[in-house]
Nanobody, 123 residues
Framework: QVQLVESGGGLVQAGGSLRLSCAASGLTFSRYHMGWFRQAPGKEREFVAGISGSGARSDYADSVNGRFTISRDNAKNTVYLQMNSLKPEDTAVYYC????????????????WGQGTQVTVSS
């Protein structure tokens, strides 16, 4: 079965950096577009970034554009989210997701989800 396992979350001070990883198994990774979403307490899950199956195209939420970078290594079946200049408002559980149809912002178009990794940014 498909598994997506996130790692790399933790506690960091404002202005710091973290790199999240999402290791995929049980699927032909290069055929899937990948996305990162996040969910803060009491809020809806929101799109952060997405990348096409080849890695040639990507999209970002306005709130993270210029600070976060999504990338993937299809040889390692892994997608990454490099997060720089972190802010307290970036605090959330971060989820990776896989889709055969989109690397965009619509949650319902993603077929598989990981369990999430907590990112906490202190002020």
């Amino acid at each position: 079965q498909v598994q997506l396992v996130e790692s790399g979350g933790g506690l960091v001070q404002a202005g710091g950096s973290l790199r999240l990883s999402c290791a995929a198994s049980g699927l032909t990774f290069s055929r899937y577009h990948m996305g990162w979403f996040r969910q803060a307490p009491g809020k809806e899950r929101e799109f952060v970034a997405g990348i096409s199956g080849s890695g040639a195209r990507s999209d970002y939420a306005d709130s993270v554009n210029g600070r976060f970078t999504i990338s993937r290594d299809n040889a390692k079946n892994t997608v990454y989210l490099q997060m720089n200049s972190l802010k307290p408002e970036d605090t959330a559980v971060y989820y990776c997701a896989a889709s055969t149809t989109t690397y965009g912002r619509i949650k319902n178009r993603y077929d598989h989800w990981g369990q999430g990794t907590q990112v906490t940014v202190s002020s």
